[in-house]
């Protein structure tokens, strides 16, 4: 199979094709495609990761089976593994005739002996029958894997209607395993035959002790035994043959797989397990969490075991493991190990290193950061008053998400669009910023361009958060009479709600060249006397704030006379 799928690289026709660059984005499509996905960026990226083929799952289509295909591509005059991909290519591969060809009964077969092909959907078993009626059909979960292996048991043969003894191993590569089965009755009736056939010589050597002499009869006797003796011989060599090759399948696994019974010590760790905590995989049976990482570590991955023991489902947690002196990032995924007693009785967690895409990521904020930190000082350098603003208005609004009980992701977003909503008033002049008097139609339209303006600037900058959408709606009032879209209530997003009061208040409390600011309260009274306008939840956190110690030092040396 892998064999095929490499063929597949190179030689197979598909309907749609993009190319991803390293920071996962798409650059190039081929004509008539969809949209890419994250399922593409995410299979990209493995293939950038790993520089080899990934595999997706197989999906049926209107062109039938076809299996997404990402290919690292490597620099001109570059040797593959010496330097790093420079793009990858994402096809769907249709693989229909290829894969019946592979199923196809060999002329060695014995009767009821059928290859069978499954993929793994999350918690679901999918046969694969290419050229079937139905192409993707589900199973039973007894066909589920254990780690990587789907246990020798009876369970329903391919036609249904019967049952088979079978057995499972992974394919590299993509989420298949290839499941070998024998029918049951088959084998009963070929086990029933030698029952039969040792009854008849049985008989045989009876009679022929009784005609002829009982030296012939223990002739046979003797070459029999040697025939069902090299029978088990064959059959246990051909058992072993199988234990090594799905051992060699197991062994070459680079995720990190261990089996914990149910005190927490380790029963059996896969080589790369080993390897990453610096042991051989014989001293690691028998020790927990805590002597291979230490007491912290052994306490925060024993709280995913205890959800994942409780829940009967599995459990992935992110956690931060330092090894060799080195802080590593891991993806652990636990699910309950059953036994043949259908009992629960340990633990089976694989384990990712995702260090090097935490890494990226992080390098990723501090660029954008960075970014908001440059447009910022541009800010300053054009005018003082809008810096200082954008910066009190991104602290008021900090706190009130805070009091509000916004996530981790609200909080950010708020803080970037914050010291960012003045950045699009650059290209306001200045005069009519510092005009006394009210503004007529036309000025009053040139002054709200500035969310067009911020818009311009800050569209190509990739925040993966809607720090944009914040920044734009935070003109928008409840009752529909903001700017520009004329939004209303729940059609504004929450940050931009937080983001709009918090701006008008600090915009009222804090003096500028043509004006003094009033007093806080003065600004809090405005806002709730415009309940319309403004969630009255929102004004009351603010309120909250606004006589605290972080608020107290927001508005410290404002002067308002």
Not at 64 to 69: K, S, V
Not at 247 to 269: C, E, P, Q, W
């Given at each position: 199979i892998e064999r095929v799928l490499t063929d597949f690289v190179v030689s197979s026709d598909f309907q749609t094709g993009y190319l991803f660059a390293r920071d996962g984005s798409p650059y190039a499509a081929s004509a008539g495609a969809a949209p890419s996905t994250p399922q593409h960026k995410a299979l990209a990226a493995q293939s950038f990761e790993s520089r080899a083929p990934a595999y997706g799952t197989a999906t049926l289509s209107v062109?039938?089976?076809?299996?997404?295909?990402?290919?690292?591509?490597?620099?001109s005059q570059t040797e593959i593994g010496e330097a790093a991909p420079v793009a990858a290519l994402l096809f769907n591969a249709q693989i229909s005739g290829s894969l019946a060809e592979i199923l196809a009964a060999h002329p060695l077969a014995k009767a009821g002996e059928v290859l069978r092909l499954v993929q793994i959907n999350g918690d679901k078993a999918v046969q694969?029958?290419?050229?079937?009626?139905?192409?993707?059909?589900?199973?039973?979960?007894?066909?589920?894997?254990?780690?990587?292996?789907?246990?020798?048991?009876?369970?329903?043969?391919?036609?249904?209607?019967?049952?088979?003894?079978?057995?499972?191993?992974?394919?590299?590569?993509?989420?298949?395993?290839?499941?070998?089965?024998?029918?049951?009755?088959?084998?009963?009736?070929?086990?029933?035959?030698?029952?039969?056939?040792?009854?008849a010589l049985a008989a045989l050597v009876v009679l022929a002790i009784i005609a002829v002499f009982g030296a012939f009869?223990?002739?046979?006797?003797?070459?029999?035994?040697?025939?069902?003796?090299?029978?088990?011989?064959?059959?246990?060599?051909?058992?072993?043959?199988?234990?090594?090759?799905?051992?060699?399948?197991?062994?070459?696994?680079?995720?990190?797989?261990?089996?914990?019974?149910?005190?927490?010590?380790?029963?059996?760790?896969?080589p790369a397990f080993a390897k990453a905590v610096g042991r051989d995989t014989q001293s690691v049976i028998g020790m927990d969490d805590t002597a291979l990482f230490g007491a912290g570590t052994g306490e925060r991955l024993k709280i995913s075991d205890n959800q994942a023991l409780s829940s009967g489902t599995p459990v992935t947690v992110s956690e931060e493991i330092y090894l060799d002196s080195r802080l590593r990032y891991f993806q652990m995924s636990k699910v309950p190990f059953v036994g043949e007693g259908k009992e629960v009785s340990g633990i089976v967690s694989v384990t990712r290193d995702i260090t090097e895409l935490v890494e990226q990521q992080q390098k990723k904020e501090r660029a954008v950061q960075q970014t908001v930190q440059a447009l910022v000082r541009a800010i300053e350098l054009r005018d003082p008053y809008l810096a200082g603003h954008s910066r009190r208005v991104a602290g008021f609004a900090v706190a009130t998400a805070k009091r509000l009980g916004c996530d981790a992701g609200e909080i950010l977003t708020l803080e970037m669009a914050a010291n960012l909503s003045q950045i699009g008033k650059l290209a306001v002049p200045r005069a009519l910023l510092n005009k006394s008097g009210r503004f007529d139609e036309t000025e009053i339209g040139i002054i709200e361009q500035h969310l067009d303006n911020a818009a311009a600037v800050l569209r190509d900058i990739d925040f993966e958060l809607p720090v944009l959408e914040t920044l734009y709606q935070m003109h928008e009032r409840l009752d529909g009479l903001g700017y520009p879209k004329g939004l209303k209530g729940d059609d504004i997003h929450l940050t931009s709600q937080i983001l709009g009061a918090c701006d008008v208040f600090c915009a009222r409390i804090e003096p500028r060249s043509y004006r003094s600011g009033i007093a806080p309260e003065e600004a809090l009274e405005i806002l709730e006397e415009n309940s319309t306008r403004y969630a009255a939840k929102i004004v009351a956190a603010l309120r909250e704030v606004t006589v605290s110690v972080s608020g107290e030092k927001l508005m410290a040396g404002l002067g308002r006379s």
């Open positions: 062109a039938g089976l076809g299996m997404d295909i990402a290919v690292p591509i490597f620099a694969i029958r290419p050229g079937g009626a139905v192409p993707l059909s589900p199973l039973d979960p007894d066909y589920l894997p254990v780690g990587n292996r789907i246990a020798f048991a009876q369970r329903s043969a391919d036609s249904d209607t019967s049952t088979a003894y079978s057995i499972g191993s992974a394919v590299s590569g993509p989420p298949w395993w290839v499941v070998q089965e024998f029918d049951s009755a088959a084998l009963d009736d070929e086990l029933a035959g030698f029952a039969n056939t040792a009854i009869w223990w002739r046979l006797n003797n070459e029999h035994n040697h025939a069902l003796a090299d029978q088990f011989r064959r059959l246990a060599a051909r058992i072993e043959a199988q234990k090594r090759l799905l051992d060699s399948i197991n062994n070459s696994i680079a995720d990190h797989i261990g089996l914990k019974a149910l005190d927490g010590r380790y029963r059996y760790v896969n």
